[in-house]
């Protein structure tokens, strides 16, 4: 059974950092594309990151919604069939309830109707 468990959630005051972790376990992701998304309460789910599958040199393409682009980082380390997302600068707008999500083969979707797997979420908030 295909698990993605996400953590690393909670409040933190504006301009502040925090890191997610999603650790997926009953299969490996190591050729496919992983993205974090988020929903805030009374709006769609959004795409937020997501990275493709490490080449031969060790390096994963990224690509970011504007909303975020400069302030987030997505990474992932195959090893440990993990994908992480570094939130620095954060701000108020950014509050939401994130997911991790998995989509089999290596096109960096922005679309969640693309993502095979999804993760429980766990809840940011940023204060004012």
């Known amino acids: 059974q295909v698990q993605l468990v996400e953590s690393g959630g909670g409040l933190v005051q504006a301009g502040g950092f925090l890191r997610l972790s999603c650790a997926a376990s009953?299969?490996?992701?190591?050729?496919?594309?992983m993205g974090w998304f988020r929903q805030a309460p009374g709006k769609e789910r959004e795409f937020v990151a997501v990275?493709?599958?490490?080449?031969?040199?060790?390096?994963?393409?990224?690509s970011y919604s504007d909303s975020v682009k400069g302030r987030f980082t997505i990474s992932r380390n195959t090893a440990k069939n993990t994908v992480y997302l570094q939130m620095n600068s954060l701000k108020p707008e950014d509050t939401a309830v994130y997911y991790c999500?998995?989509?089999?083969?290596?096109?960096?979707?922005?679309?969640?109707?693309?993502?095979?797997?999804w993760g429980q979420g766990t809840q940011v908030t940023v204060s004012s």
């Open positions: 999500a998995a989509r089999l083969g290596s096109f960096k979707s922005r679309s969640s109707v693309d993502y095979n797997y």
């Open positions: 009953g299969r490996t992701f190591s050729n496919d594309a």
């Open positions: 990275v493709g599958p490490t080449t031969w040199n060790g390096s994963s393409s990224t």
